[in-house]
């Protein structure tokens, strides 16, 4: 059974501790979202699951071994990590990029297999790239750029697959694609996917589970209706925030709305309830409750 | 990024570049055994090449092409290979167009260990320079070591100020010299002169080591050009793997340079040249580059040895005046797809 699990993480770079003992568990066919505030410490986290950045204290079990006892082979034929940009220093093309991605499996001096030219042959399908396979890498758009990033991960054929900010920067047609393709992964493939987020909606549409970091620590974790809570945001946010239900899955939608005393124009002229939120704010001092009691199955596959 | 409607770009898996590359090599050396001093037709050439005992083969042809001109001919092509293969690694270990062989020290290194060598009289000059070169290498490594870790800009910065720092000495060394000054200067300017044989046969087994260990590495050169990061997420030891580089295009830059003194640019443009042929994958680059430095070194030593025959020019002289203005022209035409970007 594939999962990966953090104990006790800390990490620090320099002096500068970025996450406190941290602990977090995804499995098989799970989409547990990272979000948070900038500096929360999503990225570093993502970095020590993929055993880039070693923990000054605690492990990262991947079905059940330590990451830093396994060769890195070993851990990349399991784990990817689709990162949210990386420089191409030569202008290489989109297969060959791509086809990297089977390194773990076929190792670094052999030639790749029939069986691998099939793997880069659907992940290509998969994410959309068969028609720019010959193009240079260094030639593409931004969002193109992602998905060849996507397509190398997805060549590893992981059971675990980290994403960091998949979706910043795509216009709103990648953003849907990509999310949808993040659910398939989990849903019929089984991959067990881990992914930070900034836009609160996407991890609300795609996650089974949501983890909350704030200055390096879960400060909430659950189904997406139980941390995407005005609480919870307007306590780690430092606003408030309206969250309704999405009109087609009933999942938690967030919107954004101005603090009046900024802003007396009121957005737009449409009337807020009056029930909102603005007072936590100024009275809420309550810790969080660890939402991992309600962590069951999650009740929004659509 | 430059709105350039996406045309394949040359060569990539068309055209069979490399045999053709190689069909030039062939053909580049068998041209040059026949010009010189003396100037060889062709038909003449061959059959010396080929049945160097038959009857009708003159045996002053036969002297010509296999002791003076072959062995040094093949010198040259090795060289050249190993010089452009050694760049093409350490351009894509360091993520820099700018890399060259030397850039860790090795040509500053190789010039001092022959600089006392020939000054001090005292054993073979082309071992002391490959030993120079290597103890350069090794020196700019361990200082630029913090940890068990080699971070690449540390590398780089160790071996430009070893560079700057060993050069001096060689400055020194001449100024302190001057009887000597002469000798030191023409080795430091690279060329073939007087080689043959016996370097070829000195050199072949470390550059035979050297090209086949980085050719065997082209797929973590492939990696490595997306970062350490993702290199490092597909699972290459980065450590190792920067340090069999590193060692590898050491031993072939010390080994050519101990056979024909610093040749400049060589490395340097070659590996730029390939890749605007056969593109960006090591497993093709390699090659590539070692046959186009090869195919450049020949061109620049047959120049050398006939421009302005009976004197001879050093190779390396050449290769700098006519790589210079090439690599500029390079720049300023294939701006759009050359060298690195971020």
Partial sequence: MTRLEAQHLTCAYGRHTVLHDLSLLVQAGEILALIGPNGAGKTTLLRALARLLRPRMGTVLLADQDIWRLRPRAVARRLALAPQSEGVSWPVTVEQAVALGRAPHRGWLLPYSGQDRQMIEQVLVQTGLQELRQRLVTELSGGEQRRVILARALAQEPQVLLLDEPTTHLDLRYQTEFLALIRRLAQRDGMAVVVTLHDLNHAALCATRVALLAHGAVVASGPPEAVLTPDCLAQVYGVAVVVTRHPVYGTPLVALVFDPRHDSSQAGGTALPQDTTFSILHTHNTPLSDAREHDAESNHNS | ?342
């Fill in chain 2, 1 to 342: 990024m430059t709105p350039r409607t996406s045309q394949p770009v040359i060569g990539h898996g068309r055209v069979a570049l490399i045999p053709l590359l190689l069909g030039l090599l062939v053909l580049a050396s068998i041209v040059s055994v026949a010009v010189g001093a003396v100037v060889l037709p062709l038909p003449r050439v061959l059959r010396a090449l080929l049945q160097p005992r038959a009857v009708g083969v003159q045996a002053t042809d036969a002297t010509i092409v296999w002791d003076i001109r072959l062995g040094r001919v093949l010198l040259a092509a090795l060289i050249g290979a190993g010089l452009a293969v050694s760049g093409t690694a350490l351009q894509g270990l360091f993520r820099n167009p700018l890399a060259d062989p030397f850039v860790i020290g090795a040509s500053s290194g190789a010039a001092l260990g022959a600089t006392l060598a020939i000054v001090s009289g005292f054993g073979p000059v082309s071992l002391a320079a490959f030993v120079g070169a290597l103890l350069a290498v090794t020196a700019a490594y361990s200082i630029a070591e913090i940890g068990g870790v080699v971070p690449a800009t540390a590398l780089l910065l160790a071996g430009a100020a070893l560079n700057t720092f060993l050069s001096a000495i060689v400055s020194l060394v001449m100024l302190f010299n001057e009887q000597s000054a002469y000798a030191v200067l023409n080795w430091l300017l690279g060329g073939l002169s007087g080689r043959s044989w016996s370097q070829l046969s000195a050199s072949l087994p470390y550059m035979a080591i050297g090209l086949s260990v980085l050719w065997l590495l082209a797929r973590p050169l492939d990696a490595l050009a997306f970062g350490d990061e993702t290199a490092q997420s597909l699972g290459l030891p980065l450590g190792r793997a920067r340090g069999v580089i590193v060692a590898a295009a050491s031993l072939t830059t010390a080994a050519a340079v101990a056979a024909g003194g610093t040749i400049g640019f060589v490395g340097l443009i070659a590996p730029h040249a390939a890749r605007l042929l056969v593109g960006a994958e090591h497993a093709r680059l390699i090659p590539a580059s070692a046959l186009i430095g090869a195919l450049l070194l020949l061109v620049a030593d047959d120049v050398a040895r006939t421009a302005l025959a009976p004197l001879e020019l050093p190779a390396g002289v050449l290769t700098a005046a006519l790589g210079g203005p090439f690599f500029l022209y390079l720049l300023k035409t294939r701006q759009g797809d050359f060298g690195a970007r971020r």
